[in-house]
């Protein structure tokens, strides 16, 4: 019976480290958020109109934060257009600047 107890306690104790809380991701959510900034850094990088290397990606629980510099608006635009058609993606905060 105590080793019953014993290994519930493990196991409870081992899936409390692997949830997620507000300001912390799971190691999956940690994956999951690397893939779609993986996935969005490439569509910017291919659209010609957006200079990828210019714009800063992050990813925290399916929100991405778009930041840097752009050239003009129709840029920053485009950049938040690609940001949201990549799948997972929820919200998409802007915090590009214009040059």
């Not at 105590?2 to 409870?12: A, C, F, K, R, Y």
């Not at 659209?47 to 629980?61: A, I, Q, R």
């Amino acid at each position: 019976m105590h080793i019953v107890t014993g290994i519930g306690i493990m196991l409870l104790m081992i899936s409390m480290g692997c949830a997620s809380t507000p300001l912390q991701e799971s190691t999956g959510e940690y994956l999951d958020d690397s893939i779609i900034t993986t996935k969005v850094k490439t569509a910017l990088l291919r659209c010609p109109l957006v200079s990828g290397t210019d714009v800063h990606v992050e990813t925290f629980k399916n929100r991405v934060q778009l930041s840097g510099f752009v050239d003009e608006m129709r840029q920053a635009e485009q950049a938040i257009f690609l940001s949201r058609e990549v799948e997972g993606v929820g919200v998409v905060e802007n915090r590009l600047s214009i040059k």
